[in-house]
């Protein structure tokens, strides 16, 4: 028996930051995303040898235990082993034996919620494998309290409910980690002119995510008026870009993202750097009309609006000065799916 399972990858299109503690639970977030066509896969094969096997075959990396219903989270396999811990520990009440391997389409640090997407797609391989009672809302809440607070890792709510749910959300998150999630009935024509503007580009650089949002938490905490404010705009661009998306001003999203990224560097340090901001300059001066680094910024992917025929003379200008990459994807209208075979 081999159990299978995807999740896709995210861009934040809008409100990046409002998901996170304790701003959401003092105000309100509000962001919106929608899912792209990279994705976080995972595969389990259920062994009666009394080990467990981890595998990671793009960092070419294996570990191997006993059996056991708690493993150390220690290592390269840190959320398998989160995940792994959290399943016998609700569920099963034993130790299991198996072999994980787990891929990820884009590398760690790239913004598009690679960690906590893959927490999704090992969380559901389990689920599957153990036909465990989730609904959509309970995965989602599961891998968040797994990465968050089982594992410490700092960072919001929107990566693992995106993963889970799919498509275009207009997401709310508020007190007491409570999420409510809007699918957006986005029409396909806007969708796709949306996906042949929006160039998606890879500075090859990488960020630690979770020293740049403990410093939004932290300036929250300290009441530091200006990056409250900041937040407090980044809440009302998600609003912005879900009207925009649904009455189709498809060439408004450009103003609407520069708007966003102008708030965005206000709310911590980190989020950009002299790299970043010559990319994003290079980009707007060959016609793209605004942009964001995707996620909590520092390094990754960024994207940029191009109206028209732009992306091209964008793209050229981004691989003729710098070293990175555009990426090709396209929205996805599913979240998590898992299969048995």
């Known amino acids: 028996m081999i159990i299978r399972s995807k999740a896709p990858l995210r861009l934040g299109l809008a409100g990046g930051g409002t998901d996170v503690s304790p701003y959401s639970d003092l105000y309100g977030g509000a962001i919106l995303n929608a899912t792209i066509s990279l994705y976080a896969y995972s595969t389990i094969e259920p062994l009666n040898n009394g080990k467990i096997v981890f595998s990671s075959p793009d960092a070419g990396l294996e570990e191997i235990y006993d059996t056991t219903e708690v493993l150390d989270t220690k290592g390269y396999f840190v959320l398998a082993k989160g995940v792994y811990n959290r399943v016998v520990k609700d569920f099963t009440h034993a130790p299991l034996s198996f072999k994980i391997t787990s891929h990820v389409d884009s590398p760690a640090g790239s913004g598009l919620g690679t960690s906590s997407t893959l927490v999704v797609s090992l969380l559901g391989a389990f689920a599957e494998w153990l036909k465990l009672p989730l609904g959509e809302y309970d995965l989602a809440r599961l891998a968040y309290e797994i990465e968050r607070k089982d594992l410490g890792m700092a960072g919001g709510k929107q990566d693992q ?137 520092g390094g990754g992917f960024m994207f940029f609006y191009c109206p028209n025929t732009s992306r091209y003379a964008v793209e050229k200008a981004l691989t003729e000065r710098f070293s990175g990459q555009v990426k090709r994807y396209e929205f996805t209208q599913e979240g998590l799916k898992t299969w048995t075979l």
């Open 161 to 297: 409910y995106a993963a889970t749910f799919g498509g275009f959300n207009y997401m709310q998150f508020l007190q007491d980690d409570k999420v409510i999630v809007n699918p957006l009935r986005i029409r396909q024509r806007y969708q796709d002119e949306l996906a042949h503007n929006l160039l998606l580009y890879y500075t090859e650089t990488s960020h630690v995510s979770a020293e740049i949002i403990q410093g939004q938490i932290d300036n929250v905490k300290a009441k530091n008026n200006k990056s409250i404010e900041a937040m407090h705009q980044l809440k009302e661009q998600a609003i912005m870009m879900k009207e925009s998306l649904l009455k189709g001003d498809i060439d408004a999203i450009g103003q609407i993202l520069n708007f966003g990224w102008e708030h965005k560097k206000q709310t911590a340090s980190g989020i950009t750097n002299p790299l970043l901001d010559d990319i994003y300059r290079t980009a707007m001066e060959a016609g793209a009309t605004g942009g964001k680094v995707s996620g909590a910024g």
